[in-house]
């Protein structure tokens, strides 16, 4: 009976091989791209102000959320980061940074202009985004398998064959860009100070480049 029941194990497992391998040679394994350009509809701001006590420090404050408020910018928008005390020199002992969130309903250009002060430190392009972008990378891979059903669809056409059932997907992140900086800042690093921004540039929305997404889906079909 033991060596009735190993040759059918035996048996079971020699035709499963056999099978797999007729799968493999009855297969067609294609690679699927896709692109899409995004337009950006936030960013985030990273904003630091000094002052040489507390007390100027909170009036420089609230000359910021006055300026951005003018700007178009919520106070929920606003984050506090962090605030730093230097007690080694006499000068803007005091610091703190923040977080802000603009959307296209603000002006941009007006926030560096009115922010072109002394009392503000560094005014830094922390991330460029699109709040719906999940929805767009999705439709990228979607149309990245399609693509790949396309390619197997007319090379096996050729052959005077049929696609079959897909056996395998697997999905490769080419290239996804989040970080985009504006045009007026490609000659510049990311956390160059205020001091430095060109008041003659256009920092508007649309002088900064699209969010570019590709994506690649391998697939592996039958072939009838």
């Known amino acids: 009976m033991k060596l009735k029941h190993f040759l059918l194990i035996g048996a079971l497992t020699l035709g499963s ?3 797999a ?3 493999k040679k009855n297969a067609i394994e294609v690679t699927g791209v896709a692109e899409m350009e995004v337009e950006p509809d936030e960013i985030i701001f990273s904003i630091g102000i000094k002052a040489n006590n507390k007390n100027d420090l909170a009036d420089n404050e609230k ?3 006055e ?4 700007a178009g910018v919520k106070n929920e928008d606003i ?3 962090s605030m730093y005390q230097n007690i080694y020199i006499q000068a803007a002992r005091f610091t703190k940074n923040y977080r802000l969130t603009v959307s296209t309903k603000s002006n941009i250009s007006k926030i560096f202009e009115d922010l072109n002060q002394k009392w503000v430190t560094s005014l830094n392009i922390a991330e460029v985004k699109n709040t719906k972008i999940a929805d767009f990378r999705k439709a990228v891979k979607i149309n990245a398998l399609k693509a790949a059903k396309e390619k197997a669809d007319y090379l096996l056409e050729s052959m005077g064959k049929k696609t079959g059932n897909a056996i395998e ?3 490769i992140e080419d290239y996804t860009s989040d970080m985009i ?3 007026a800042y490609k000659a510049r690093t990311s956390n160059a100070p205020m001091e430095m921004a060109d008041a003659s540039v256009d920092y508007s929305f649309d002088n900064i480049e699209n969010i570019k997404l590709k994506y690649s889906i391998k697939t592996r079909y039958e072939i009838l």
């Open 17 to 19: 091989f056999i099978n």
């Open 21 to 23: 391998q007729e799968v």
């Open 63 to 65: 000359k910021l959320f």
């Open 67 to 70: 300026i951005l408020k003018n």
């Open 79 to 81: 984050k506090f980061k």
């Open 169 to 171: 997907i697997v999905e």
């Open 181 to 183: 900086m504006p045009v």
